[in-house]
């Protein structure tokens, strides 16, 4: 008996030393159900409503209530939606507005508050749906209960709660620019880079944006400067040419619209040439939400463009001209107008930028730069919305060295209020009846008529003899 009971103690002893895991949750019986939806890549959609039912005490207190989505389906939850809108449902009140994702962007948590009866309900609405990378075919999303962080057993929803990607334009950027600080080669320079997020399309608030430099272009020193259109902040690293600017997850989703972005510090190529950048934007896990390449710019080459790259003494002002419109014409109010010109420098450096006032140089505005050609660039400036008046339009240069122009082109315009006028018709001048006119009226009006037949007299005899010269030029 002793050694029986001291065989116990020492089984007891040993399975005391064994971890005990939890046993994984069972799939829940219950149902899943909901209605289909598509997101486009780079979408920001809201879910349709969600709705699960308890097939018997089986979502409780003690768990919680996890919805995924699956892995062969290019979408992710917005992780920017922190709180459900109010719950719909029997057990409703059973549930926290609160929602977490504790394994990754696939993966949403709801604490249940309170133990579900068979048959009871959570409609859940208000999160949203982030479509990514490619197109992917319709998945219903899958759910578990569990205590255990949403790792315990899932079973696939309805097929009422598939989700299908498909490849629009919303993963297109738009409107790509950038615009250099300094143009000249072999320098630093700070690069704002301007793009439009479609309609429906996102930025996620832990998102990146990418920003790729051709080979030649120094990045490693790149640093992040002021965001346009996109809050929180950022923290930016370099791989290789790409410069990534990652949201720090502590703003809101960046919606569609007008955004920039300034990197600074980037050290423009030796030699002249044309350059476009690639500009990508990402969720946290760097899958696909949108991109698009820039409109072209141009490096003038180290040296400030001068022959054979020496650096050039330039201390001479650059020249503009504006060659349209011409001094004294007028331009139709509220209508686009392309105001044109040139400029050059003959200081040995190149051309930076033109500006044109149109308050007497109170203010000035940017012209879109083209060329050079054999030294001299053409310009261009957009005046969207002419408004009644004269106007004094000037121009200005600015070389690659920070020489400004002192007096530029300049031309005098008047904008006019084109207005449909109907001429006014001449009143008809009324003769008097021969019964009414007086003894010397008549003898007037005998005469004009009288005239008038002399001169319908002689037009017929000028035809007459016009006739007889023709037959007698024939007979002979």
């Not at 005391?16 to 219950?30: C, E, I, R, Y």
């Not at 490619?134 to 205590?147: K, R």
């Not at 930025?203 to 944006?209: A, F, K, Q, R």
């Amino acid at each position: 008996m002793k050694k029986i009971i001291f065989t116990l103690i020492i089984l007891v002893a040993i399975f005391s030393l064994v971890p005990v895991f939890p046993a994984k949750a069972v799939a829940p019986a219950g149902t899943l159900t909901g209605s289909i939806i598509t997101a486009d890549i780079g979408e920001l959609i809201a879910i349709t409503a969600i709705t699960v039912t308890d097939a018997g005490a089986e979502i409780l207190d003690a768990t919680d209530l996890c919805i995924r989505i699956p892995a062969a389906v290019n979408a992710n939850w917005d992780t920017d939606d922190t709180t459900a809108a109010a719950y719909g449902g029997t057990g409703s009140a059973k549930a926290s507005t609160a929602v977490t994702y504790p394994v990754n962007a696939k993966m949403l948590k709801i604490d249940i508050t309170a133990d579900f009866t068979a048959g009871q309900t959570l409609v859940i609405t208000g999160l949203s749906y982030v479509g990514h990378t490619a197109a992917s075919g319709a998945v219903a999303l899958d759910w578990s209960v569990d205590n255990t962080n949403c790792t315990g057993t899932f079973l696939a929803g309805n097929a009422n709660t598939q989700i299908t990607v498909a490849d629009a334009a919303v993963d297109t950027l738009t409107a790509v620019t950038t615009a250099l600080s300094n143009s000249i080669g072999g320098v630093s320079a700070n690069h704002t880079v301007a793009f439009t997020v479609p309609a429906t399309g996102v930025i996620t608030d832990d998102g990146n944006i990418k920003v790729t430099f051709p080979a030649g272009f120094g990045v490693a020193g790149a640093t992040a400067g002021a965001l346009t259109g996109i809050d929180g902040t950022v923290a930016l690293t370099v791989a290789a040419q790409v410069v990534t600017l990652a949201r720090q997850d502590d703003g809101t989703n960046s919606l569609a619209g007008a955004k920039s972005v300034v990197i600074n510090n980037v050290i423009n190529p030796i030699a002249a040439g044309t350059s476009t950048l690639t500009v990508r934007t990402d969720t946290t896990g760097d899958e696909l939400l949108a991109t698009a390449v820039s409109g072209s710019f141009f490096i003038h080459g180290s040296g400030s463009g001068s022959a054979g790259g020496d650096v050039v003494s330039d201390s001479s002002s650059p020249i503009s001209t504006i060659t349209v419109p011409l001094t004294g014409i007028n331009i139709t109010a509220g209508n686009p107008y392309t105001i044109k010109g040139t400029a050059l420098d003959s200081g040995g450096s190149l051309v930076a930028k033109v500006e044109l006032s149109f308050d007497g140089g109170e203010s000035w505005e940017e012209a879109k730069l083209e060329g050079p050609i054999a030294n001299v660039f053409s310009w261009e400036y957009i005046w969207q919305n002419p408004t009644e008046g004269n106007y004094t339009i000037k121009s200005r240069a600015t070389d690659d060295v920070g020489n400004i122009e002192i007096v530029g082109g300049e031309v005098k315009i008047t904008v006019v209020t084109l207005t449909s006028e109907v001429p006014t018709p001449e009143a008809p001048i009324l003769e008097k009846p021969i019964i009414e006119m007086t003894t010397q009226e008549l003898e007037t009006k005998i005469v004009e008529i009288q005239q008038k037949i002399i001169d319908l007299l002689a037009q017929l005899i000028q035809l007459l003899q016009q006739e007889i010269l023709g037959l007698s030029g024939i007979s002979s």
